[in-house]
């Protein structure tokens, strides 16, 4: 079965940096794009970046210049590196792969951004 399961997520004050990353099983890794998302307390999901399976890369204009997705096919991970953090950006940080049996989601990192 598909599983994702989120790690690398924690407390940081503003302007540094974090590193999540995103464990994927049960899929073809290769073939599929890979996404991270975001819900902030009382806010709705927002998609943060994607990778698609040609490494072509998407990121929500809050986040341009400062985070960046990549993907190893190899290890079938997603790291998504955070720099210049925000307290806005802080959240549960999900991983996400829509699969020919359904849309796939891990269970979360909390990433909390504050002084």
């Known amino acids: 079965q598909v599983r994702l399961v989120e790690s690398g997520g924690g407390w940081v004050q503003p302007g540094g940096s974090l590193r999540l990353s995103c464990s994927a099983s049960g899929i073809n890794f290769r073939l599929y794009t890979m996404a991270w998302y975001r819900q902030a307390p009382g806010k709705e999901r927002e998609l943060v970046a994607r990778i698609s399976s040609d490494s072509t890369k998407d990121y929500a204009d809050s986040v341009k210049d400062r985070f960046t997705i990549s993907r190893d096919n190899v290890y079938n991970r997603v790291p998504l590196q955070m720099n210049s953090l925000k307290p806005e950006d802080t959240g549960v940080y999900f991983c996400?792969?829509?699969?020919?049996?359904?849309?796939?989601w891990g269970r979360g990192t909390q990433v909390t951004v504050s002084s």
């Open positions: 996400n792969v829509v699969h020919a049996n359904g849309v796939f």
